[in-house]
């Protein structure tokens, strides 16, 4: 199976701040690299799919890139709403494994 | 509106059995794959099970294969997950998810809002 990695694990930043978080697959897997936000006791939320494609509806202060093993996720100037667990997953393979989490707070 | 309403979940002993429930709705149910995923404070979200939305093809993660197994009653919008064996380190919250595609390999665009597993003595 491929297994997915996450830096860093957690993160404190402040409304306004950029925030960069990276996912590396153990193996290449083109550009099937999705991105969720996960709020407790809240449904996951897709935000990006493809490495790069933005769902509808979700603010362009996402963004995210990569291909082949190495991803990023970029968040230009947190919001408020923005505090939450941020996971990637690959889509790949079958089962599409998901990264272990960045969880970001509050600083 | 696409609504997916997980149900099943509980408390139950080591050994013990559960079989979850997916009702879906607002879509053509038969045209997409399903999915499970789980959350654990320990692990965070963790893929489970996928079905092909003609079932022809399903897959379980290495965690639950030969004691966990995927269906769908595409004739009543449905999806399940037979979940037999179970240990503590399955308890979590279990959430369906809806594929874009056929077939599984695709990001997921709606989730039920879960449906609680807690595998205790």
């Known amino acids: 199976d491929i297994q997915m990695t996450q830096s860093p694990s957690s993160l404190s930043a402040s409304v306004g701040d950029r925030v960069t978080i990276s996912c590396r697959a153990s193996q290449r897997i083109s550009r099937y690299l999705n991105w969720y936000q996960y709020k407790a006791g809240k449904a996951p939320k897709v935000l990006i799919d493809s490495a790069s494609n933005l769902q509808s509806g979700v603010p362009s202060r996402f963004s995210g890139s990569g291909s082949g093993t190495d991803f990023t996720l970029t968040i230009t100037s947190l919001e408020p709403e923005d505090f939450a667990t941020y996971y990637c997953q690959q889509s790949f393979t079958t089962p599409g494994s998901f990264g272990p989490g960045t969880r970001v707070d509050v600083k | 509106e696409v609504q997916l309403m997980e149900s099943g979940g509980g408390l139950v002993q080591p050994g013990g059995s559960l079989r979850l429930s997916c009702a879906a709705s607002?879509?053509?149910?038969?045209?997409?794959?399903m999915h499970w995923v789980r959350h654990t404070p320990e692990k965070g979200l963790e893929y489970i099970s996928a079905?092909?939305?003609?079932?022809?093809?399903?897959s379980h993660a290495d965690s639950v294969k030969g004691r966990f197994t995927v269906s769908r009653d595409n004739s009543k919008n449905t999806l399940f997950l037979q979940m037999d064996s179970l240990r503590p380190e399955d308890t979590g919250m279990y959430y369906c998810?809806?594929?874009?595609?056929?077939?599984?390999?695709?990001?997921?665009?709606?989730w039920g809002q879960g449906t609680l597993v807690s595998v205790s003595s």
């Open positions: 079905i092909s939305n003609d079932a022809v093809y399903k």
């Open positions: 998810a809806k594929g874009v595609a056929p077939g599984p390999r695709t990001h997921f665009d709606y």
């Open positions: 607002g879509f053509n149910f038969h045209a997409y794959a």
